[in-house]
Nanobody, 123 residues
Framework: QVQLVESGGGLVQAGDSLRLSCAAS??????????MGWFRQAPGKEREFVAA????????NYADSVKGRFTISRENAKNTVYLQMNSLKPEDTAVYYC??????????????WGQGTQVTVSS
């Protein structure tokens, strides 16, 4: 099993920055070269993809809505994935979820999910 715990959410103003972290644990995580992703779900909307990163960090994908503003990165020595969010907009308000996949790159499904962290951007 893999446990994922997100942190770093909060209330900010438009134009501000936040960095989300996702700490992974569990023997399965260290046994597989897991790609990681960030997703978000706004009130009344479906969950949507935000960004993903391969195990070694050489490959990344971003949703068009966050390209140029968000950066995904990881530190495998710390079993941690980050999402640096700059130039935040009110429409970025959502619960942000971290996810892990054993399906390789590019990932097509995710096996493990965190509980989420709230990000609220005021105008």
């Amino acid at each position: 099993q893999v446990q994922l715990v997100e942190s770093g959410g909060g209330l900010v103003q438009a134009g501000d920055s936040l960095r989300l972290s996702c700490a992974a644990s569990g023997r399965t995580f260290s046994s597989y070269a897991m790609a990681m992703g960030w997703f978000r779900q706004a009130p009344g909307k479906e969950r949507e993809f935000v960004a993903a990163i391969s195990w070694g960090g050489a490959n990344t994908n971003y949703a068009d809505s966050v390209k140029g503003r968000f950066t995904i990165s990881r530190e495998n020595a710390k079993n941690t994935v980050y999402l640096q969010m700059n130039s935040l907009k009110p429409e970025d308000t959502a619960v942000y979820y971290c996810a892990a996949t054993r399906t390789g790159w590019p990932p097509y499904e995710y096996d493990y999910w965190g509980q989420g962290t709230q990000v609220t951007v005021s105008s």
